[in-house]
């Protein structure tokens, strides 16, 4: 009677450690893009504990089941791999994989057909600190008129030519780090600290909406152990 009694205990017990498994386990959702708006095609997302892979659809979009802690590993064709740690209530994960150097790269990411917009990615120039010394220029607003042809600085203000203006003021929009600023941020800026600048100038059509239809600067600076 008591050997019945155990093996209905170590049933049940293994019915509950099952359950609570499956409760934890829930359906992430996320997106892959690249200079911020522009959403990256088949991009490879890997559960790092389940060796599960999905990639992303026509819109950057995914979907994937993970359990908290769970990290996910990211890759694309002529871009950085990037992770990303799941917590607790984490439900979606926005990541913007960074292209690496070169114009290779760029070429590996349209013949791919890596990214969802070519047309975006053909209107954006592009610049990192491994294509030019930044130290030999005294503050940004140099640094990106001697370097980005049909870029000028007037006033204080970015102007990007060919662009035409939406708005009363013909100023680009300026992003550090992620953050949209006044153009007058840049002057804390050593151009030393500037990892890379790309300039949009189809910042009409990002997720900017009407505030990068003068185009879009993007300026991304050094971080820990860069």
């Known amino acids: 009677m008591s050997k019945r009694i155990n093996r209905i205990l170590l ?14 386990e829930r359906l992430i959702s996320g997106i892959v893009t690249t200079f911020d708006s522009i959403a990256l095609v088949d991009a490879e997302i890997e559960n790092r504990s389940t060796k599960e892979i999905v990639y ?29 740690k799941l917590e607790e209530n984490t439900k979606y994960v ?30 954006l120039s592009s610049m990192n600190n ?15 008129k001697g370097r980005f042809a049909g870029v000028q600085v007037k006033n204080g ?3 990007i030519r060919g ?32 990892k ?10 990002a997720i900017y909406g009407a505030r990068g239809g003068n185009g879009v600067v993007i300026i991304e600076t050094r971080r820990g152990n860069d």
Do not use: C, H, W
């Open 157 to 159: 203000e970015i102007i």
């Open 163 to 194: 662009v035409n203006s939406i708005n009363s003021s013909s100023a680009a929009l300026i992003v550090v780090d992620g953050v949209p600023v006044d153009g007058s941020a840049l002057n804390s800026i050593p151009p030393v600290q500037v």
């Open 94 to 123: 926005a990541v913007n994989l960074r292209m690496k150097p070169g114009p290779k790269n760029r070429e590996y990411a349209i013949g791919y057909a890596t990214v969802s917009d070519r047309d975006k990615l053909n209107a």
């Open 11 to 24: 049933v049940v017990s293994m019915l509950l450690v099952t359950s609570l498994t499956q409760a934890q």
């Open 56 to 84: 992303s659809d026509s819109l950057g979009r995914f979907q994937i089941m993970s359990e908290p802690g769970d990290k996910l590993r990211f890759k694309a064709q002529g871009f950085f791999n990037e992770k990303a």
């Open 130 to 144: 491994e294509d030019a010394d930044f130290s030999q220029y005294s503050n940004i607003y140099d640094l990106i």
């Open 196 to 205: 890379s600048i790309n300039v949009i100038k189809d910042g009409s059509a």
